[in-house]
C-alpha cells in the first residue's frame, strides 16, 4: 500500500515536472510611463492583462522606458538572457531600439522572440507592425464636439512642434467639426509637449474664456478636461481611456482603445508560430472583435445627436479610409499646392475633392483657412511685489528721519556761532547731514519696484550719500588733528575752502566707481523666476549685475572700507584732544561699534540663503541704522552741548572772548579746577587772531583758540573785523593773555601729568623754554 502510494506520488511528481518543463510564453511589454497615467499606457496594460489571463500567460512582464539609448541598454540584456516569445513595443518611442534588436537577431537559432512595433512598414521574420487609425478617432471627435457645442465655438489644445506628425490631427479633429458646421469656429494652442498639466490648464481657461464650450487634446493626459469641468463645462476623453470610467457624467463623450482585440490575435499567432499576418491596423470596424474605438456617450447626449454620430460611423467604416473626408476634401487641392503636398489618386473621387496619402497628411501643419491657431501657449507669468506695508514702513520711516536731519540741519545753521557747532565747522556738519540725506533717499528708493533707473539709481544715491557723510566726516577730523598735532606747534590755518578739494575728491572717486559700474556693469532690473519661494508661474523684478559689475561694487565697497579707517586712524589722532568740541574720536569710535555690530548681523545674514525680500529688508534696515546712529552720535552731543552750554563752550577759552589767545593744544581743560584755566605750555600769543596767517607763522605763535575756530568757518573775517565788541576789548587781551602766560608758567609741572604724549611734553617744554 505504501508503495503504491510512493509510486503515484512519483507519478504525480514526475508529470508536474514535464508539465513544468513545457516551454512557457513569455511576454514582455514596454511603456513609456507608469500605468496610472488615465491615457494610452493605461489602455496597453490593460490589453496586456487580457492577453495574459486569456492565455494563461504566467511571465508577462512590463517595462517602462522610452528612448532609443535607454531601451536599447534594458531590453537588449532581457532578450538575450530570457528567451522572451514576444515583446510588445507600445510607443513610437521603442520603435527604433526594438527595430534594431529585431534586426540583430532577424535570423539567429537561438533567439526567436517576435517584437511587436507600431507603424506600418513591411514586416520581416521577427517584426510584426500595428498601426491604428488616430485620425479616425480624432475626425470623430471633432464631428461630436460640433454637434454639441451650443456656442458654436470649440477649441483644441496640441503638443504642436513636439509631436512628430505636428498638427495633422489638429485638422482633422477640425474637420470632423466642419463636417457638421461649416462655420464652426475653431481656435487651437500648442503647447509644446505631450504632457505639460500647468499649461495645458491655463491654456483651456483660455479658449474657454474666448467662448469656446467643448475643448478637444492630442495630449497624454486629462487637463483640458479637468479644467473644462472645474469650469463647469463638459469635458471630452480623446485619449483614448474611458474617461467616464473615472468623471462619469462630466464627460460626455469619450472613445477608448481596446488593445485586447489586437494584441490578444497577436500573442496567439506567434504562439503558434505563425506570424504571417504581421502587419495590422486598427480603426472603426463592423467587426465588433476588430472595431479598435470603443465610444461611450453621456446621457445628456440626445438622441439626434446619437444617431447623427452613428450615421457617420456606419460611414467611416464603410468606406476606405483613402476617401475619408481627413484625406479627401475641397480645401485640399489648394492647401497641397500651396505647401508642397503631392494629390493621389482615389477611386470614386474627382475634383473639386482632393486627396492625399497618409504620408503628406502627417506633413500638415499650417492651418487651414477656417482654424484659428492661437501659437505656443506662454503662461502669463505673475509678478511678485515687494510687500507694500514694508514700502511704507521703510518710506515713512526714512521720510521721518529726513525731516529730523533737515531740521538738524536748520539748526546748525541757526547755532553756528557757538562754540560747540562751530568748533565742528557748521559747513562740514551740514555736509554730512547732506549726505544722510542722500542715503535716506537711496533707501526710500531701494524698497521701491525695481526698474533699470531705480536699480542704478539706489546705489549711486546711497554711495554717494555715504561718501559724502564719511568723506565729510573724515576731512573736517583730519583738519583738527592737523592743527593740534603739529609738531613745531605752528599756527597752521586751513581754510574751508582748502578742504573742499578734499571731500570733492572723495566724491569724485565714488563717481568714478559708479560711471564704471553703471558703464560696464550691465545692472538692469530682470524678471527672475525660480528664485527664492517664488512659484513656477511667479517672478520678481531684481536688480542683477555682470561680474564686472559686482567687482566694481566690490571695490567701491573697499573704498568705503579704506575710508573709514582713515576716519579712525584720525579719530586716534585726535583722542588727544581735551576739548570736547573739538573731539570726535569718541562720536567716530561709537559710528564704528554700531557697524561693526550691524556688519556682525548682516554677514551672516547676507551668506546664510534667504530670499531677495528679506535681503532688501535686511540692507535698508542697515542702511538706516547705520546712517541714523552715525547721524545721532555725532550730533547729539554737539545739539545737547548748545542747549547746555550755549554760547559758552566745555573749555575756558570758549568763554573768553573768541580773539582772546590760548593754545587750544596744551589746554588741560580740567573740569574739576575751580581756579584760572592754566595752559599746559604757557606758550600764549599776545597778537589778535587775525588771518593774515604769514604774521602768525612767523611769530611762531601757538595755534589760538580763536585762531582754531576761526579756521572752521568761511565767515570769520567778517565776524572778527565787524565785531564791535572784540575791538573794545583789544586791550583786555594783553592782559589777559599775560596773565595766562604767567598761570601756565606756574603750573608746568602740574600740567606736564596730563594726558599728553611724553613726546609732545619734550616738544612743550622746548617750545616753553624759547618764550621767556
Ligand atoms: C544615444 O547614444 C549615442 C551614442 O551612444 C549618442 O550619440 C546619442 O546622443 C544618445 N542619444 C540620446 C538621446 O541620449
Ligand atoms: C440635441 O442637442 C443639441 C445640442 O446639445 C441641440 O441643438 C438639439 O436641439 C437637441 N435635439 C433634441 C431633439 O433635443
Ligand atoms: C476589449 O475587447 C475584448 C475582446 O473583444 C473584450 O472581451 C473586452 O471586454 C473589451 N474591453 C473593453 C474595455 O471594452
Ligand atoms: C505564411 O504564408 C504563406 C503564404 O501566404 C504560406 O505559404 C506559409 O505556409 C505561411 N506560413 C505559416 C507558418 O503559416
Ligand atoms: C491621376 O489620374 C489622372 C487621370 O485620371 C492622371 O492623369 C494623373 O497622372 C493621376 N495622378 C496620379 C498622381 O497618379
Ligand atoms: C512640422 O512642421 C515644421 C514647421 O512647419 C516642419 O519644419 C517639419 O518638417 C514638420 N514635421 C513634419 C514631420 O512634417
Known sequence: ?????????????????????????????????????????????????EVAKDMKIQDSRLLVVDGLNDTLKYLLPIVQNEDLDLVICSSQGHLQACKAIADMYANSPTIKTQFL??????????????????????????????????????????????????????????????????????????IGNFLDADKTVAATNDLLDMGCDIIGNTLDDFSTGDASIARGFPAIGTNGFPQRHVFGENVIFSYAYNWTKFFLPIAQSVKSGNTNNSQWYADFNFDENKNFFHLDYGFEVNQTILDKMNMELDYLKRTSRFSHPYYCNDLLPQYAKENGLPLVNVSGISLPIGCISHASFLKINKPFPGMTYLGNYNIKLVEVEFPQSVQYGFSITTGVLIAITLIMMLGIVKYKSTPSIRSASPIFLNFILAGGIIV???????????????????????????????????????????????????SISITNYQLFPWVGACLVINIILMSILTSVGDLKEIDANGIDSLGKYEFMKVCKMNQAGASTLYTILAYFAALLLVGVFVSWKIRIVDIQEFNESKAIANTLYAISFCLFVIVPLMISPQDKQSETIVLCTAGLFITTAALLIVFTPKFWRVFTLGHSGTNDMFRKKQSNVATARAESGSKSSSGPKLN????????????????????????????????????TVSEFEDNSIEQENDNDENNNNNNNNNNSNNKNDINDSNNMSSNNEEKQKEVEEEKP
Open 1 to 49: 500500500m505504501k508503495k503504491i502510494i510512493f509510486s503515484l506520488f512519483l507519478i504525480l511528481f514526475f508529470s508536474i515536472n514535464i508539465i513544468r518543463c513545457q516551454k512557457e510564453f513569455k511576454m514582455l511589454t514596454l511603456l513609456t510611463a507608469q500605468v496610472d497615467d488615465l491615457g494610452f499606457n493605461n489602455m496597453i496594460n490593460q490589453g496586456r492583462i
Open 680 to 715: 599746559r605750555r604757557g606758550n600764549l600769543v599776545s597778537d589778535e587772531f587775525t588771518d593774515t596767517e604769514t604774521s602768525i607763522s612767523e611769530k611762531k605763535v601757538n595755534v589760538v583758540a580763536g585762531a582754531v575756530l576761526a579756521e572752521f568757518t568761511d565767515d
Open 117 to 190: 512595433v507600431r507603424g506600418s512598414s513591411q514586416s520581416t521574420t521577427n517584426l510584426i507592425y500595428i498601426s491604428y487609425n488616430y485620425a479616425s478617432a480624432n475626425y470623430i471627435s471633432g464631428y461630436f464636439a460640433a454637434l454639441y457645442s451650443n456656442t458654436g465655438k470649440i477649441g483644441f489644445v496640441s503638443p504642436g512642434a513636439a509631436a512628430k506628425n505636428n498638427d495633422s490631427f489638429v485638422y482633422a479633429f477640425w474637420m470632423g467639426a466642419r463636417q457638421v458646421n461649416p462655420n464652426i469656429e475653431f481656435y487651437y494652442y500648442n
Open 440 to 490: 535716506y533717499i537711496g533707501i526710500i528708493v531701494w524698497v521701491s519696484t525695481p526698474s533699470n533707473h531705480q536699480c542704478n539709481a539706489r546705489l549711486w544715491l546711497v554711495t554717494l550719500g555715504f561718501s559724502t557723510l564719511i568723506g565729510s566726516l573724515v576731512v573736517k577730523n583730519f583738519r583738527i588733528w592737523l592743527i593740534f598735532d603739529n609738531p613745531e606747534l605752528k
